[in-house]
């Protein structure tokens, strides 16, 4: 009797698993439920579309997608200087993830910036995009920022975050 109460219970259980993929996906329906006007939906913003990597890139090469003119376009000297938000320890974001990136708690919304990392001197522009954490929390950079900066892949550079303004 326990076997087949078992059996039921486990049969019963993975019915529900072939609704479960549905049961993950955000409701569409979310931004648009309020009435107040205030808007809900935090879904991150369009930012301009970059070259992904290919379905089988596997080395550093392929999955710098950013040509030598972007490159040398987002090391440009800025126009104006931006205001200065601190220094924080960058690790390698996801390689996948391609453009010029900083993914930081030092910033409430997303915007442009720029990064400067002390070890070659160089600096480069990058959209800055919070995530949750403390301001003195670390933050993580684009495979092609860390190679425009020429910062080592594998340390955990300081670097200082500025404001594009």
Known sequence: MKTISLILICACTLTGCSRLPAFLQPRPDVAESRT????????????????????????????DTLSAEEKAAATAAPAKAGGRLGVTVASLGSPSE??????????????????VFAGSGKSVAVTLIPI???ATGGSRMSLSAFQTLEAPLTGLPQIEVFTAS
Do not use: I, M
């Open 36 to 63: 107040d006007g205030v808007s809900t939906d935090v879904r991150p913003k369009e930012r301009p579309a970059a070259a992904v990597p290919a379905t089988g890139a596997r080395t550093v090469a392929d999955f």
């Open 132 to 134: 949750d954490g403390p």
């Open 98 to 115: 391609p453009g010029l990136w900083l993914k930081t708690p030092l910033v409430t919304s997303e915007q442009p910036g720029r990064v």
